[in-house]
């Protein structure tokens, strides 16, 4: 793996163009919110009843690319607030907010290798493991086309970004960025694949880097890094 370039590399939240957010869960029906629910997976997708916002180091290398990692999620205002409900109500809970918000980290193999069947509605169950609480979380793409979570570095979504037609990136501007986040796997962007619609509204879809819709994404930086990896004030 490439030597990183800690100045290079910063934090950040990612979702949709729209707003709606990436996790690592599913909708699912007869769940208790208008009748579907979210339930949690490995595999990423765009979920219209996640809450919560997807955070990841992209870590750069010396050719413009970033390895993705996986650093949990920013609460949404809901979590946030059952956090303080909890706490004010019953009794003093020592455990940081990030970390009982911070989704499991579930299962990381691959699943079987090949490309994205269309007469598949979901990507394929992986076998059970349990990844070291210390290994690195990566974003991972499988030979399938799909995006998951996974400590194999040799399987880490590696990303060139490109910026929407008309504007801009700068690692240095807090603004939202809207972007394309080009898979070095397939050179094709992040996409969604297969979205689910429920009688509600509810909707998801899975994440893939190819056989979908190619997808602007809205990337917003929250940490930067001194080059001896010290955050940057």
Not at 27 to 40: F, K, M, P, R
């Amino acid at each position: 793996m490439p030597v990183e370039k800690k100045q290079l590399s910063f934090l950040a939240t990612l979702e949709l163009k729209d707003g709606t957010k990436l996790a690592f869960s599913k909708v699912v029906a007869n769940g208790e919110q208008n009748g579907e629910h979210s339930e949690a997976h490995e595999y990423l997708c765009a979920n219209s009843l996640a809450k919560d916002t997807l955070k990841l180091y992209f870590r750069a290398g010396s050719d413009g690319e970033y390895v993705l990692l996986n650093r949990g999620v920013v609460p949404g205002v809901s979590a946030l607030l059952q956090v303080y409900e909890k706490t004010h109500e019953y009794e003093y809970d020592p455990m940081p907010v990030s970390e009982r918000t911070q989704g499991q980290v579930l299962d990381s193999r691959p699943p079987v290798d090949g490309n994205i069947d269309e007469s598949e509605s979901s990507p394929p169950p992986p076998a059970s493991s349990t990844p070291e609480t210390t290994s690195p979380v990566y974003l991972g793409v499988n030979a399938g086309g799909w995006v998951f979570k996974t400590d194999n570095s040799g399987l880490a979504y590696v990303a060139r970004i490109v910026p929407e037609q008309g504007r801009e990136f700068s690692i240095e501007s807090n603004d939202a960025h809207y972007v394309y986040l080009t898979s070095g796997a397939s050179k094709n962007p992040m996409q969604t694949y297969k979205r689910e619609s429920f009688p509600s509204g509810a909707w998801f879809a899975w994440m893939t880097d190819r056989d979908g819709v190619d997808e602007v994404l809205k990337l917003t930086i929250i940490e930067r890094y001194d080059e001896n990896g010290a955050v940057r004030k």
